[in-house]
């Protein structure tokens, strides 16, 4: 029996038609995978990214506050380089200062023993105020420090100075503690240049006249001896006043006229007044001199020329 080649063909396309409407029903959609992928899918990866993101600016903010307190730090670091290195250097120099004091300190003191300024006692406060006034000098020269001024001044000292020194340096570290100058001159004067002392050279100023002394002579005890005085030369005029009082009468008034101010004015007067009385009083010597001799010339002419006639007169 033959078959129909249409009826197979209807079976096959009947069971293919039932079997590709199953198929069909399987088969993916691609506008329902990306509708799907937009909503739900897109959601997560959303949340995931902000996630992500979140993560990343903690991150960031954490970084950022690191790097502050990193920065906080090396600041911290460098400022303490900096002191640390000024320390340092500040050492190096106080160690360079200290060595340059040294070697002034020895050339100083070899200057002043070269100088004969060492101090063995004395019974003459002009000689005490001398030595005092000779260690000052040479200080200022060297710029010397007030520490060192003492331990130098006491290096000089010597003999009975010397242990007269160290009773004192003893006694006052344990009731006063370091020395200044100030506290070793006036130690130093209490001993060598007591008050008793002073009172009979402040009257010596006092009484104080020119005498037979040059101008320059007198200027120079006036100078010494004022240091006992200072009560009576408060200024420059005083001084000058003061000066004046002690000059010969002869010079004095001379200089009065011509009205100083200061002492330097009035001593550089009174050495042009003295130097003008001298070369007056020398006129006045040669001019006397000549007189004297001519009146023996003029005796001698008259003795001879008198004989030389007599001899000459014819006898009668």
């Avoid at 090396?74 to 640390?84: C, Q, R, T």
């Amino acid at each position: 029996m033959k078959l129909r080649s249409g009826s197979k063909i209807d079976g096959n396309v009947g069971g293919g038609g039932r079997g590709g409407s199953s198929k069909e029903e399987i088969s993916p959609n691609p506008e329902q995978s990306v509708s799907a992928l937009n909503s739900a899918d897109m959601r997560k990866m959303k949340e995931q990214l902000d996630v992500i993101i979140g993560l990343v600016k903690d991150r960031l903010a954490k970084d950022c506050e690191m790097k502050e307190q990193l920065d906080v730090i090396i600041g911290l670091v460098k400022d303490w380089l900096a002191k640390d290195q000024e320390k340092r250097l500040s050492v190096i120099e106080q160690q360079a200062k200290g060595r340059e004091a040294f070697k002034n300190r020895v050339k100083l003191i070899q200057m002043m023993k070269e100088w004969n300024l060492e101090f063995v006692g004395t019974c003459d406060p002009m000689k005490a105020e001398d030595w005092i006034m000779g260690m000052e000098k040479h200080f200022s020269l060297f710029g010397t420090t007030d520490e060192d001024k003492v331990t130098i001044a006491a290096f000089m000292l010597n003999d009975g100075a010397h242990y007269w020194w160290e009773s004192v340096e003893s006694s006052h570290r344990e009731t006063a503690g370091p020395i200044t100058w100030e506290t070793f001159k006036n130690a130093f004067y209490d001993r060598y240049s007591p008050w008793s002392l002073r009172l009979q050279k402040e009257r010596e100023f006092r009484d104080l006249k020119q005498g037979d002394r040059s101008v320059a002579e007198y200027e120079l005890e006036f100078s010494r001896l004022a240091r006992f005085a200072p009560q009576r030369v408060m200024n420059e005029y005083s001084r000058a006043s003061r000066f004046l009082q002690g000059l010969r009468p002869e010079i004095r008034f001379r200089v009065y006229a011509l009205n100083p101010k200061t002492l330097l004015e009035a001593s550089r007067k009174a050495l042009l007044v003295e130097s003008a009385y001298i070369e007056c009083e020398q006129e006045e010597e040669v001019q006397a001199s000549n007189k004297q001799k001519n009146r023996k010339r003029g005796r001698y002419n008259n003795s001879h020329f008198g004989g030389w006639q007599n001899n000459r007169t014819p006898q009668m």
